[in-house]
């Protein structure tokens, strides 16, 4: 059974920054590639970035150049480092696998999520 655990949600103030873990259990995790997305209310949840299972990084042109992801397959965690933060930014973010489908990415397993408010 896949688990995806998410933690290190919060408040912060604009310019500030957060930094998101996931901890994996249940999957072979070196050989997954590992996403982190987020949802506002009545919007579609969105790609924030990717951490492929080689290391490659993808982000999102709204997050490049302030959010960085990366991934530990010895602790099973994948994290995402969150900095200049925007009230756009706010929203609450899952972590899951992610599976390239046309020039998207999308997950199958998901986190319970966690909740990243920026405020002015």
């Known amino acids: 059974q896949v688990q995806l655990v998410e933690s290190g949600g919060g408040s912060v103030q604009v310019g500030g920054s957060l930094r998101l873990s996931c901890a994996a259990s249940g999957l072979n995790f070196r050989d997954y590639s590992m996403g982190w997305y987020r949802q506002v209310p009545g919007r579609e949840r969105e790609f924030v970035a990717v951490?492929?299972?080689?290391?490659?990084?993808i982000y999102a042109d709204s997050v490049k150049g302030r959010f960085t992801i990366s991934r530990d397959s010895a602790k099973k965690t994948v994290n995402l480092q969150m900095n200049s933060l925007k009230p756009e930014d706010t929203a609450v973010y899952y972590c899951?696998?992610?599976?390239?489908?046309?020039?998207?990415?999308?997950?199958?397993?998901w986190g319970q999520g966690t909740q990243v408010t920026v405020s002015s």
């Open positions: 951490i492929r299972y080689n290391g490659d990084e």
């Open positions: 899951a696998d992610a599976v390239k489908s046309g020039s998207t990415w999308n997950g199958r397993y």
